[in-house]
């Protein structure tokens, strides 16, 4: 009779343990034609709170002598006034070094010297930006991005990726050779895909495209073959962690290929994609030569890159869909 008894309650609490995971209401919106399944699903007691985005300084007046004419070093930003400038300046070090201050990219005796590689860093960062606000609207839309968007206060970026190499793959010539399987990546959910798929996808922008099953199989371009496959499904597991979201945010699961009853977002993540693969090749991975050898990867020697993470830390829209330019249109010009 006891024993009876007790099964329910034993079941009870496991089912209190299992559900207190996701517990309901879990909030679902809709974002493909109806009936498809196809839905943005989002537990509100999730999402990432405060990201910390400091308030943009007051105007600065855009009268007076040009930083151009002022300093002797200014080759990006000397069409600003002194006083855009300098208020600029200050934005960035609340940005990327507010501990350090200034003097993590200036020599305090000579501010116009270039001898320390975070102040030539930092140029081409300030022309990333011009180029990211832009000529990517089509992605990063009138809310843009700037140094905060992916610095969050940090010398360096939280989310970055650099090759993984052949480590631990044994000789690819004979048996062992995991084509960086089988350990499980914290960039790909903890799955035993392979690891280093944003070398393959992301560093060129003629990079292979990403494409399980051609629709015309052999007719409109050649078969993507199988080892493809789990490549994909690596990226895709990368991008829903770097949105916060579900696969059926961007595709409608019956056929994940159709473009048609995709939703719009995925129209977004593919210029998204073109957009990394861009700064990866023509900004972050020619810097490499301008970093010390402890800022390198730590397989192969190569430069700090990007992908969707580094500018949207779990957000289907970095800094939750805060305004970073308006306040700073020097960033995207
Ligand atoms: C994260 C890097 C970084 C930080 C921090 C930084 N700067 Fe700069 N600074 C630059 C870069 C890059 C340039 C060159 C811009 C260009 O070429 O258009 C520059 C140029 C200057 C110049 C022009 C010097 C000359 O004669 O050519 C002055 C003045 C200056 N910064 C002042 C400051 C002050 C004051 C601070 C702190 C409030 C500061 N900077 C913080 C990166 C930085
Ligand atoms: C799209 C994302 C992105 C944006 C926007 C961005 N950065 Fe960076 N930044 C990076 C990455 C990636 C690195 C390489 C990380 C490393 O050094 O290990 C980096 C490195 C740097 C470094 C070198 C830090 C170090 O200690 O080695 C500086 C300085 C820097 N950025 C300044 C800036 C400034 C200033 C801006 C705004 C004008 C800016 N960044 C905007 C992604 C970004
Ligand atoms: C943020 C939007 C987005 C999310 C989330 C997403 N995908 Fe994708 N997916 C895309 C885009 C965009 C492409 C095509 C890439 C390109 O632009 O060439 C694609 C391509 C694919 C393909 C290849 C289709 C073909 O043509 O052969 C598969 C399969 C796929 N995704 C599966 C998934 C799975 C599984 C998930 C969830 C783990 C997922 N996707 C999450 C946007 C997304
Ligand atoms: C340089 C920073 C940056 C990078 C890198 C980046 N994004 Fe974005 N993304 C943004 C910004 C900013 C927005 C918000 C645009 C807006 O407010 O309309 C956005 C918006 C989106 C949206 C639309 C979200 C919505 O709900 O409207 C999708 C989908 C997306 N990004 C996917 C991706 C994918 C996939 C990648 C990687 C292949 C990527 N992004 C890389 C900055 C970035």
Known sequence: MKSIHRIPVVLLAALTLLTACERPPVESTQVGFRGMNMADIQNPRAEMGETGYPAALPPASSSGPKAGEVYQNVQVLGDLSVAEFTRLMTSITAWVSPEEGCNYCHNPANLASDDIYTKVVSRRMIQMNQHINSEWQDHVGANGVNCYTCHRGKNVPEY???????????????????????????????????????????????APTVRLASLQPGVDEPSPGTKNAEKTYALMVNWSQSLGVNCTYCHYTGSFQDWENSSPYRITAHYGLNMVRGLNAEYLIPLEGEYPDYRLGPHEGDAPKAYCATCHQGQKKPLGGADAISAYPSLAE
């Open 160 to 206: 970055i990726w650099f090759s993984q190499g052949d480590s631990g793959d044994g000789n690819r010539h004979f048996m062992g050779w995991l084509n960086g399987q089988n350990q499980p990546g914290e960039d790909i959910g903890l799955t035993s895909m392979p690891q280093d798929v944003f070398t393959h996808y992301l560093t060129s922008t003629d």
